[in-house]
């Protein structure tokens, strides 16, 4: 259940369910604003750490955070080309996470939101929180636009030339919009005879796809009630339910494969948010539980594929020696790796405090099989 929150307003003591996706705590002072606040004025309330209930104008309170958004960004900066660690980087966007959530944003009892010239939200909430338990609740602007958004690229859907349609994600499932390690999965050589594998936390659903279009029947695994049902969601709609089974399975699922594919979390850090959870992997427990059960789960002569960025090596994260350590001490050996560099708008990014790393981050398919 979502904590209670109170705070005094036009003479009431008013009380609400405090929600936030990213688990930060309720705030601790709280002030009603209406569209006569400034965008100065907000930024500094922000930073001395109060919370804003904002009960203005709609339209007004999106240009607000958009403006504070500019504001945060200027604050919180690295310089271009700033060789600072990414320890610094991440602390920095928490900070600046932290601040921008702390405009907030009434929802009624139906997720109706109550000000002027409101859209209507409540299609979007309820895919994101399910029905509504009638409760009147606070959230952060940020995180009611990032439900919206989500809710747009669901019924939108983002085109996949490989499974021959559109994934269309769910809020806090990762989104297929890095294509080359879809191609990877989608171009690299099938082990002989092979006509089952495994998609390991499948999210989405996309590399299941992938592999049932190229004539595999695929059992998908994950372990995230959204992504689960994301993933059932897109294989149905791509007309692959014979193809594809999806499973609640923590990695594995019971049996072997002649092929058993995984694309973990990239880098071994913290996430601040659910969705993250698909970029990071904290001390790298997903990859090396992928590896650590591979040989168990692999038919004679099978092949694990383990897709990876190596953007972790240039931040210093994880070396290359420890994934190849980790790989032998799994009784595992490399049969090949298939190598692609990434074509998505941050890796031509010179203004990206990481834009060093990223300019030399390779995406590989590493093809393994037990020793």
């Known amino acids: 259940m979502n904590p209670l929150i109170e705070w005094p307003e036009n003479g009431q003591t008013r009380r609400a369910r405090w929600r ?26 922000l930073r001395d750490g109060c919370a804003l209930l904002w009960r203005g104008d709609w339209m007004n309170g999106r240009r607000l955070i958009q403006e504070l958004t500019r504001r945060a960004d200027r604050h919180f ?27 907030l944003v009434p929802l009624g009892p139906d997720y109706k939101l109550p000000l002027r010239r409101a859209q209507d939200v409540r299609p ?13 609740s606070v959230l952060a602007l940020r995180e009611l636009l990032a439900v919206i958004s989500a809710h747009e690229w669901r019924k939108k859907g983002v085109p996949v030339a490989a499974v021959g349609g559109s994934i269309h994600p769910h809020y806090g499932v990762f989104s297929p919009v890095r294509g ?54 897109n294989i149905e709609r791509l007309g692959l339910a014979e193809k594809v089974s999806v499973v609640e399975a923590d990695l594995f699922p019971d049996g072997r494969a002649p092929l058993v594919v995984c694309n973990p979390p990239w880098l071994p850090a913290q996430p601040s948010s659910p969705v993250e959870y698909a970029v990071y992997d904290p001390d790298s427990h997903m ?39 980790w790989i032998g001490r799994a009784g595992l050996r490399v049969l090949d790796r298939i190598d692609t560099r990434p074509t998505h708008g941050k890796a031509q990014d010179r203004s990206d405090p990481l834009h060093a790393a990223r300019a030399r981050e390779i995406t590989s398919l590493w093809r393994l099989a037990a020793q």
Not at 124 to 136: I, L, M, T, V, Y
Not at 289 to 301: R, S, T, V
């Open 20 to 45: 936030s996706e990213a688990g930060l705590a309720p705030p601790q002072l709280l002030e009603v604003v209406d569209d006569s606040l400034t965008a100065d004025a907000a930024f500094a309330a």
């Open 77 to 103: 900066a690295f310089k271009a080309g700033d060789e600072r660690s990414f320890a610094a980087h991440r602390q920095r966007q928490g900070q600046r996470a932290a601040l921008l959530a702390r405009l």
């Open 124 to 136: 979007a909430c309820r895919e994101a929180w399910g029905k509504p338990d009638g409760s009147n």
């Open 180 to 233: 080359e390690y879809v191609d990877l999965v989608a171009q690299a050589p099938l082990p002989p005879g092979c006509d089952l594998a495994f998609d390991i936390g499948t999210g989405s659903g996309v590399l299941a796809a992938v592999l049932a279009r190229r004539g595999l029947n695929v059992v998908a695994t994950d372990m995230a009630p959204r992504a689960l049902a994301c993933a059932t969601e």
């Open 287 to 325: 990859l090396r539980g992928f590896l650590d059960g591979l040989a168990a789960h692999l038919a004679p002569g099978g092949e694990g594929w383990l897709i990876m960025s190596d953007l972790a090596e240039p931040l210093g994260l994880r070396s290359r020696d420890d994934l190849l350590h």
